[in-house]
């Protein structure tokens, strides 16, 4: 698989990650800073590109990694689908519903893979907890809780353009930070049917909402809340980007329950026995090794990759959140949602 990054800022992690894969080769590296994309594409024995355009219109690139700021994926997107080009963009998929289907659209109409990364997949403790429910062994599920909570200072929503605190561009808690659980809950409990929401402004001088309140109703009949915030200050230590965040997601069903923390499982009451056939023990070591093993084999199938319609469903339910919050009444999803709902 040859792949090309476009971004390398957050992108350079994602260079080491292709680098570092058998099966994967770095082939290029696109950024607006010439001499840093040049110190980034020396360092992984890359090409550099300065216009993502050159970058994909390059016959010996397979996959393009879009990792630019949220409102900058759909251009981006469009344009490597239509140069025949798989896609694979960082969460979330897009800014807007609208956005988000142009992109699928042509992904569809070309033929390749649209795909968001969402890292927590790829983790061993959040996995085993997937695999329990994905087995039957958690029985019907009942109701769940995801917690994504951590500290930014002003400084942080003001660097650079600012687009961190414009909800229009992609910031705002609910769709930079949020976006992370509302992926979980969609992993573990399916499709959401309806959400209801409070969000406000409370600590920062900004557009968008720091902190998110939240009940959800799945297809399934199980519930959820939500709790997303960087308003949160805690004892652990900063880490790059301000205070660290506590993540936490707890599920159960009728024979069962868990928790994870991070990365770590702090509730396992779980039965051995599987209702359904068992699943691989362990996930991929990343969204660049599930796509290596989804092109080798079109058949196989992926329990972490987030592809297609799928990589829609956190733009729905982000959209179905922020539509509850400003009406103050229940929503279905399906009201926030397009076609392909």
Known sequence: ?????????????????????????????????????????????????????????????????????????????IAAAK????????????????????????????????????DTRYQEAPYSIYKAIAEGRLGRLIQGDYINKCHRAQSYYDEGSGWRGIASQGGGCLLNQGVHPIDHLLWYQGPVESVFSISATLAHDMDAEDVTSAVLRFRNGSFATLSVTTTFPSERPNGRYGGATIKRAQIHGETGSATVEGNGITGWKVPDIADHAPIPDQPPRNVFEDMTLSLADPSRVSHTLVKGVKALESVYVTA???????????TAVSQASGRYA
């Open 320 to 330: 179905a959140l922020r539509q509850s919050s400003q009406s103050g009444l229940f």
């Open 83 to 118: 140069a025949g080009k798989h896609v694979i963009v960082s969460k979330p998929t897009a800014v807007t519903v609208e956005a988000g289907e142009a992109m699928l659209a042509a992904a569809d109409a070309a033929g390749v893979e649209l795909v968001v990364e969402f």
């Open 1 to 77: 698989m040859r792949v090309g990054i476009i971004g390398t800022s957050f992108g350079e992690s994602r260079c080491l990650m292709v680098h570092e894969l058998p099966g994967a080769t770095l082939v290029a590296v696109c950024g607006r800073d010439a001499q840093r994309t040049q110190a980034v594409a020396e360092r992984y024995g890359a090409a550099a590109e300065t216009d993502y355009r050159a970058l994909i219109a390059r016959d010996d690139i397979d996959v393009v990694g879009v990792y630019t700021s949220t409102d900058l994926h759909s251009e981006i997107a």
